[in-house]
């Protein structure tokens, strides 16, 4: 008896121990957070639209920017994200880079155009011309001429290069000559017209130098023009290599019949 009473209390003592061991345990167990929420769904960005560029001209100069009458200035320009391109003056459409020889008899202001999807661009060059010292006065004691007989006695050929037909100096200092000559014919007589003939040397084939020949009429026309004499009182011929002033196999007689000659018309 004694030992069941003895027994007792400490069943009870290893059941309160017990218990209180598993309520410390539960105590001391970490408690675990919560997952966080998943974030929001996000919209990608629409793709932005493309923009048209806007043309630009980069460059666009005149050199030299003074000159003298007869000489040359050479326009120069470089244009970025343009369709449609042009110079004033009746020079036309150009390309998006490149360069142009003109002629002004005055000075002149040229202006670039460059038009685009994305708008348009413009800038301007201008060329002074110096005034030239005044011609000498007529002596009065000259006998009256034909137009005919003044162009063959003052009337001066343009000389070309080989297979060129660009105008070169010495071709630039005798047109402006001309262009002096043709202005005191036409305001002698309103109704003569002027030819300005096309010649090439022996070399190559005659279908070749009539179209070389026409080159190089229309660019000593297109000179003269410039220089103020009325286009409308100008026709070009060629007559390739079928006119020749000599006869000689050498680079001498060549440079002869390499030229634009002035001649009345009918």
Known sequence: MSEFLNSKPMRTSAVLIALAALTFASGCKKKVPPPPPPPPPTTAPAPARPTEQRPSINSFTAEPSTIEKGQAATLRWSISNATDMSLDQGLG?????????????????????????GGSDTKSA?????????????????????????????????????????????????????SDLLKRVFAKDPNVVVVVEGHCDERGSAEYNLGLGDRRATSAKEFLVQLGVPGDRLKTISYGKERPQCTDATEDCYQKNRRAHLAAGQ
């Open 93 to 117: 459409a150009v390309q998006s880079q490149g360069s142009r020889q003109v002629f002004p008899s005055n000075t002149t202001t040229y202006t670039l155009i460059a038009n685009g999807p």
């Open 126 to 178: 201008t060329v002074t011309v110096s005034s030239a010292p005044p011609p000498p006065p007529t002596p009065t004691s000259t006998p009256t001429l034909s137009s005919s007989e003044m162009i063959s006695r003052e009337g001066q050929d343009a000389f070309f290069d080989y297979d060129h037909s660009d105008i070169r100096a010495d071709a630039r200092t005798a047109l402006t000559t001309d």
